[in-house]
Antibody
């Protein structure tokens, strides 16, 4: 059974960089065939997709967030990461990582989510 | 960009009721439409993929139908554990594009 687990600081200061990691267990990122994505959800709102990374390191970013986002992968640690730069209070949200089959953005496994608050 | 209009935004139904949610796309999306359940404080859970395919392990009271621009998600007999917000999600490529519906909050009457 594949499991994803987000980790990182729950509090980030304005203008700093938010950094989160998603550790995958029960399967290997390097086996290929899947895209590894990041989402966020503001309180009471819908889901916002940042983009995804493939095990090779190739990425796709949502154009609406691309300027501040970096997604990377470390296959040796079986995890992938999100960096969001120059954060403001508007970036306060629950952040999720998820898996989809390459070429079919059907998200079959999700992390439990991590609340990140941006505040001084 | 393709817009997904999901309705209703909320509904209240009795246990055992049949519940129907619709999702309309602004243009033909074939069957590239998934449905997710999100219980309060939890991550989304895939229920239906490609419009009508039931994800493994999901109870058969959940179903989906439709193609093109009009899609329907049905709970045949509402159970207490079905209290959640349900989202439709369109996908397409290239380039990758994801669009979620606005969500439907399902409550017990």
């Amino acid at each position: 059974q594949v499991q994803l687990q987000e980790s990182g600081p729950g509090l980030v200061k304005p203008s700093q960089t938010l950094s989160l990691t998603c550790t995958v267990s029960g399967g290997s990122i390097s086996s290929g065939g899947y895209h590894w994505s990041w989402f966020r959800q503001h309180a009471g709102m819908g889901l916002e997709w940042f983009g995804y990374i493939y095990y090779s390191g190739s990425t796709y970013y949502n154009p609406s967030l691309k300027s501040r986002v970096t997604i990377s992968v470390d296959t040796s640690k079986n995890h992938f990461s999100l960096k969001l730069s120059s954060v403001t209070a508007a970036d306060t949200a629950v952040y999720y990582c998820a898996r989809s089959v390459s070429g079919h953005d059907i998200f079959d496994y999700w992390g439990q989510g991590i609340l990140v608050t941006v505040s001084s | 960009d393709i817009q997904m209009t999901q309705s209703p935004s909320s509904l209240s139904a009795s246990l055992g009721d049949r519940v129907t949610i619709t999702c309309q796309a602004s243009q033909n999306i074939r069957k590239n439409l998934n449905w997710y359940q999100q219980r309060p404080g939890k991550a989304p859970k895939l229920l239906i993929y490609d419009a009508s395919n039931l994800e493994a392990g999901v109870p058969s009271r959940f179903s989906g139908s439709g193609s093109g621009t009009d899609f329907t998600f049905t709970i045949s007999s509402l159970q207490p554990e079905d209290i959640a917000t349900y989202y439709c999600q369109h996908y397409d490529s290239p380039p990758p594009r994801l669009t979620f519906g606005g969500g439907t909050k399902v409550e017990i009457k």
